[in-house]
């Protein structure tokens, strides 16, 4: 009899430690949620609300001949003293202004230039541009790489939250009322109850690929990856997305870092600017316009970045992008890379990015992400309301820890997948386990508001 009724014992168990970690996953991760859910929201827009910024610039007063491109590109130059040009923007439109970014360290400017009287219509740092703000608000709440760790910490227990509230949701022979969809019925606590995990149902695979699509951005995971991948690589590993803010910044410094002439400049206190021939822009803008690049495409002089002028297409639908290798002397295209050639990991990648920005398909794209974000709400809102519904005074409201502390090889083998896929979540919970066996179950009166002591 014993040995029949243990598996449903452990069965019994596994839900229960389940339950309690569901509940501390999310009390720790509903903030950052709500915060990743709202910024992540507004960037799905970025195309159409850089459009509408952008439109005092994009449809110019034009009587006359263009400048050259190498002219527009001194005008910003010089709009910007001792910075280097970075890239030159194809113009989105034949009335529309240059966009020219010029750079100088960590620092990249965007000058906006009047096409046929070089006038300089604005200069803004990257860095302040509305939906660039919003991007690092999103990615590493404006901390730099440590940000970048506490929203990859939060990414990780959110994921945790998804799958043990899939577990708990998990129908055990009952019907689909309050499983596929709310029972109206029953009263408040019932709704509330079916409202969250119903709407936990219809979005957890959607949040999942958003959360997991964007770790390879985040600076510790996108580093162990990228770390991963040049074990046993004799080159350089390239990619196209930089991970964490102070792997950004490298790249721009680079980029920044035009050839030869420019230190020779600083040594000699001389305007970086001036002592480089962008003549080349003139044979090469024409060039890459032929090629039908997807917008934006941007064409930058050597630097420490690439030997070579190069053209790329920067657009957020990934699998459209190219890159292009060029001759600036003869104004000729040496070699061109699309993105089928790139390596599969960066196409898988390059695809859930595009994805998870909401580019990848359209505006059903924008949509879907747009209700990914709201339900992630409406599921962080209604477990806020459980929570209180149910709170007793006195005690945080965390299920009761179980005497036993055994769990199934089934559960124990799950934590440690994700301890290994997940390294932050991994340390973090190790970190955690140690706190409160070590610590907290030594406080009587914090055991007790934590819900630490066994119930039977």
Partial sequence: ????????????????????????????????????AATGSIYLFKPQIERWLDRPYDHLA???????????????????????????????STDAAARVLVGEGERLVRVYVHPQTLAILKVVDEDTRPM?????????????DR???????????????????LFLWWPRG?????????????????????????????????ALFLLISGLPWAASWGGLLKEVRSLGSTTVVQQDWSSGRASELTERRAANAAAGGEHAAHRMHVDASAVRDYAALDRLVPLVDAQGLAAPVLI???????????????????????????????????ARSDFAQRPLLDRIVGIGVAAHEGQLFGWPNQALGAFTALGLILVSSSAIVLWWRRRLRGVLGA????????????????????????????????????LERFALRRSARISHFLGLRAAD
Wanted: hydrophobic share 55%; proline share 6%; charged share 15%.
């Fill in 1 to 36: 009899m014993n040995a029949i009724a243990r598996p449903d014992a452990k069965r019994g168990l596994d839900y229960r430690t389940v339950w309690r970690w569901h509940f501390y996953a999310g009390l720790f991760c509903i903030p950052f949620v709500l915060w990743l």
């Fill in 62 to 92: 034009i009587d006359g001949p263009r400048a050259q491109p190498s002219a527009q590109a001194a005008a910003a130059l010089a709009a910007v003293p001792g910075a280097a040009l970075n890239a030159y923007e194809l113009p989105p």
């Fill in 132 to 144: 660039r703000f919003i991007f690092r608000l999103h990615g590493e709440l404006m901390l730099g």
């Fill in 147 to 165: 940000g970048s760790m506490i929203v990859e910490l939060a990414a990780s227990w959110t994921i945790v939250m998804l799958l043990t509230g």
């Fill in 174 to 206: 009952r019907g689909v009322a309050g499983i596929v969809y709310p029972r109206l019925r029953g009263g408040a606590r019932v709704f509330w109850r079916d409202l969250h995990a119903v709407t936990g149902l219809w979005i957890s695979v959607f």
């Fill in 300 to 334: 930058a002089p050597p630097s420490r970045a690439a030997a070579t002028w190069t053209a790329r297409s920067d657009a957020q639908n990934r699998p459209l992008r190219a890159n292009l290798e060029l001759d600036g002397a003869n104004g000729t295209i040496l």
């Fill in 399 to 434: 299920p009761r820890a179980h005497a036993s502390q055994s769990m199934s090889a089934l559960l124990l083998g799950g934590i440690a997948l994700l301890a290994l896929l997940l390294p932050l979540f991994g340390l973090s919970l190790l970190a955690m386990l140690m």
